[in-house]
């Protein structure tokens, strides 16, 4: 049995988090968060960690190779403990992390991931946002996130589109019913 891979994406404030945990419990698949696995480096005294912090603390994007330094040991050791899945959460946000991984799943025989795109509007994303008290839920922030989303992680919902790989999910229903709507649609696939 080879690992599954799950790609859970969506704007800010469509309910990730939520699907996740209800994901996890369903399928016993661990999660790649990959903002812990950028603090823990940030923590090591080497160039790469002091670089990483120093991003992190700009709210600044890290670069995708360093992404992916962490994120391939993680995927090989996961494969070789012959676990049963991996669900990388809200990740991969540029289409590069994509290709990137997709050759590394290639490499290790690994089939193709599992693309959820928890869907909805800017207007909902905002609306939710701003409904929201975190500290990056400010309005510059929000709108800066709703950016971001448009450029780098609508390429990745077009390219698994295109290649009728993605599972789209109605993010403006119930909690319930979103994830009612994902175990539907992986029904077979998990």
């Given amino acids: ?3 599954k891979i799950i790609f859970l994406i969506g704007r800010p404030g469509c309910g990730k988090g939520t699907q996740l945990k209800f994901l996890t419990e369903k399928t016993g698949f661990s999660v790649v968060n990959t903002g812990e696995l950028l603090r823990q480096k940030a923590k090591e005294e080497d160039v790469i960690g ?4 120093e991003v992190l603390k700009k709210g600044g994007l890290i670069p995708t190779p360093v992404v992916f330094s962490l994120w391939m040991p993680l995927v090989i050791e996961r494969y070789n403990k012959k676990e049963k899945g991996l669900i990388f959460d809200g990740n991969p946000r540029k289409l590069y992390e994509a290709q990137m991984l997709e050759e590394l ?4 025989r690994i089939d193709s991931p599992i693309v959820i795109y928890i869907k909805i509007s800017e207007e909902e994303s905002y609306s939710r946002l701003r409904k929201r008290e975190r500290e990056d839920d400010k309005e ?4 800066e996130r709703l950016r971001w989303f448009k450029e780098e992680v609508e390429p ?4 698994y589109s295109g ?3 993605l599972i789209e999910i109605n993010g403006e ?3 319930e019913d979103v994830f009612k709507e994902i175990e539907e649609k992986t029904k077979g696939l998990l």
């Fill in 105 to 108: 799943f290639l490499m290790l």
């Fill in 140 to 143: 510059e922030d929000i709108k």
């Fill in 163 to 165: 290649k009728n790989a």
């Fill in 1 to 3: 049995m080879s690992l």
């Fill in 50 to 53: 002091s670089n990483v912090s």
């Fill in 173 to 175: 229903q119930s909690v």
């Fill in 156 to 159: 990745i919902i077009a390219y």
